[in-house]
């Protein structure tokens, strides 16, 4: 039987690969340490989960929520807008709370894309950036997963060449997965490019909170003059409050968009568990220490990878913000591709890394590494990586062609 429509437009998951692979070295008895998936292992601060027990013995809490959010989520995300970003939002018309980010994109691809719609999208860039629209019937344009000048040059040559014009680019700082960072500027050339070429914008700022620079915060689009009028922003509570399977994101901007987002969403769910809501209010409303102290940890495991695997002999480059680092395949494997190292990384090393080729073909020599082990573990996963390196040679002559790779 031939694959459904939908399902032939998806490439074959890149993950699942390394996925079977973890999970055959797993069986075999091998302590895989996984730097591979953003997969949060901070606990949960205790006040959420506080919160999130006292509105479970509520009576009726268990009842049908609201697929837009329940009205206290939505003022306290307009409030955290207010004290972070300066931006002020109206919780009634943008504001939508999401299951995630990843959930809200995907459904704003089913509001507003048109079979055979152009979306620009960056290449390497978070999957769903793309797919949502393949799976909502439109097209994909790359643009530079950069705030360079190359990326307004794509948008230029887009705009030109793309039949049909496109409607909408998206934007993701910092990136997943690059750790790019994006200032107010790139935000407000952004913001007047789309305005000049009727294009709605799509910024992700899920990873918002972590970053290394204090005096330089990753800003909001919104912030930028007339952002209202092109621009729907999405965060998540996952990292900033280690929350990743609760579930919990936002959409928040343009009234027009999100009134679509929230239509199709009407027909798709009741919302997140109304406890969970409460919670994720509490969450946003209360103290930011634990905020501080999430940041000041994944610094310090930033400091540590990029230190001990430089020694090992994998130089990694410092990211500036998000919980990812960005690092070039040693030279030596680079002809292999991301997929066929990463594996190598965890049969040989016992390490587990994102092969970069599963966030667009621009990624495919780099790997992403995750900082979601303890520094104990970071050490041991450099010591790993590092043995396998030294050995190389002898062991994998007859196995890859490395000398082709020098």
């Known amino acids: ?8 437009r998806l490439p074959p998951y890149v993950f699942e690969q390394v996925n079977r692979v973890k999970a055959a070295a797993r069986k075999a008895g091998a302590d895989i340490i996984d730097l591979g998936m953003g997969n949060p292992d901070l606990p949960t601060p205790d006040h959420i989960n506080e919160k999130l027990i006292e509105a479970i013995t509520k009576p009726r809490t268990n009842r049908y929520s609201t697929s837009k959010g329940i009205p206290g989520l939505r003022r306290a995300q307009a409030a955290y807008y207010a004290r972070r970003f300066g931006v002020k939002l109206d919780p009634d018309t943008q504001v939508v709370a999401t299951l995630g980010s990843k959930e809200g994109f995907a459904n704003m691809a089913q509001a507003i894309t048109a079979p055979g719609d152009v979306i620009l999208a960056p290449n390497p860039s978070y999957p769903i950036h793309a797919f949502g629209f393949l799976m909502a019937g439109g097209v994909i344009r790359n643009v530079p997963a950069t705030t360079g000048p190359e990326f307004f040059h794509a948008l230029e040559r887009a705009v030109m060449h793309s039949i049909p014009k496109p409607i909408a680019v998206v934007t993701c700082f910092p990136s997943n997965p690059t750790a790019e960072v994006a200032d107010i500027e790139f935000y407000k050339d952004v913001v007047r490019f789309a305005k000049q070429h009727d294009l709605f914008v799509l910024s992700d700022l899920a990873y918002s909170e972590i970053y290394f620079d204090e005096n330089s915060p990753p800003p909001s689009i919104l912030e930028a003059p007339g952002a209202f009028d092109v621009a729907v922003e999405f965060t998540s509570l996952s990292k900033t409050f280690s929350m990743p399977g609760w579930r919990v994101g936002f959409a928040v901007g343009n009234e027009r968009l999100l009134a679509a987002l929230a239509r199709v969403k009407s027909y798709l769910d009741y919302g997140a568990y109304t406890p969970i809501q409460v919670a994720a209010s509490a969450a946003l409303n209360g103290p930011e220490d634990c905020i501080v102290e999430m940041r000041e940890i994944y610094r310090k495991r930033r400091d540590i ?57 621009h990624g495919d020599e780099f790997v992403r590494i ?37």
């Open 370 to 406: 995750a900082l979601v082990e303890n520094e104990h573990r970071i050490r041991q996963a450099a010591r790993s990586v590092r043995r396998f390196l030294e050995t190389a040679d002898e062991t994998l002559h007859n196995v890859v062609p490395l000398a082709a790779a020098r």
């Open 305 to 361: 990878l990029v230190d001990s695997f430089g020694r090992a002999g994998f130089p990694v480059p410092s990211p500036k913000a998000s919980m990812f680092a960005w690092a070039p395949i040693p030279e030596k494997f680079r002809s292999l591709g991301s997929l066929e190292f990463s594996k190598l990384l965890v049969e040989k090393a016992h390490v587990a890394v994102a092969p970069g080729i599963g966030f667009g073909e």
């Open 1 to 8: 039987m031939s694959e459904f429509h939908s399902v032939r």
